[in-house]
């Protein structure tokens, strides 16, 4: 099939490089004019993982992952453990270690696993049209594209969801607002090897592990 991705982020990416070993050819379109590093970093779990392995991506993920082999709940106010056990259960029982990944080096080693020429930058779908037996797909540069198979990976305001639903779905606010980034590994902050949570006052704070000694802090 002839199959076009509207999104180039970690969905539209890992579905199109699944499609590619599959057979298929596969374009993705991507809305923004340059890939930045934003999002600072996510968590894979083993079934997350499990899948990347699938596709051929054992080692490279495990390059990116940090090594996570404690969890603790730390009391923020006193510094008391409030719990803290091993994640090696875990591993044992589904046969795949966790990894806190930095989305930046996620995407880009994703982007590059599809192949950097079939991703097209500055294009953002403004319509698409279901015909008989192929859709076409409209841009802002005024561009279209025809496809077998259009998969819209195309995040939170997708055009794809509001042309399947036929209204576009409004964000709700969650009642919290948080937020992440990046810093370098302290055992000043939490042991190096574990994903520590500081609670207290109706609030957390989170560090976890990732490659190059870096720590994904989320509060």
Request: hydrophobic content about 40%; aromatic content about 10%; charged content about 20%.
């Amino acid at each position: 099939m002839n199959v076009v991705i509207i999104g180039a982020g970690m969905g539209g990416l890992t579905t199109g490089i699944a499609l590619k070993k599959f057979g298929h050819q596969v374009r993705i379109f991507e809305q923004t004019e340059k890939i930045l590093p934003v999002g600072a970093a996510i968590s894979l779990w083993s079934n997350g993982v499990k899948c990347l392995n699938y596709l051929g991506l054992t080692e490279k993920i495990a390059k990116l992952g940090g090594q996570m082999d404690d969890l603790a709940y730390v009391d923020g106010l006193t510094g008391d453990v409030m719990t803290q056990f091993s994640l090696r259960p875990l591993i044992e029982e589904v046969g795949q270690r966790p990894y806190p990944v930095a989305r930046a080096d996620l995407q880009n080693m994703l982007m590059d696993e599809f192949g950097r020429d079939q991703i097209y930058l500055g294009k953002k779908m403004v319509g698409l049209e279901d015909k008989a037996d192929f859709v076409e797909v409209h841009f802002a540069d005024g561009s279209s594209t025809q496809a077998d198979l259009l998969i819209g990976a195309d995040g939170t305001h997708s055009m794809t969801r509001a042309y399947v639903l036929g209204q576009q779905v409004q964000r709700r606010y969650a009642g919290y607002v948080n937020w992440n980034g990046l810093v370098e590994i302290s055992e000043d902050l939490a042991p190096a090897q574990q994903w520590t949570t500081y609670v207290g006052e109706g609030k957390r704070a989170s560090l976890m592990p990732v490659a190059d000694g870096r720590f994904y802090f989320f509060l």
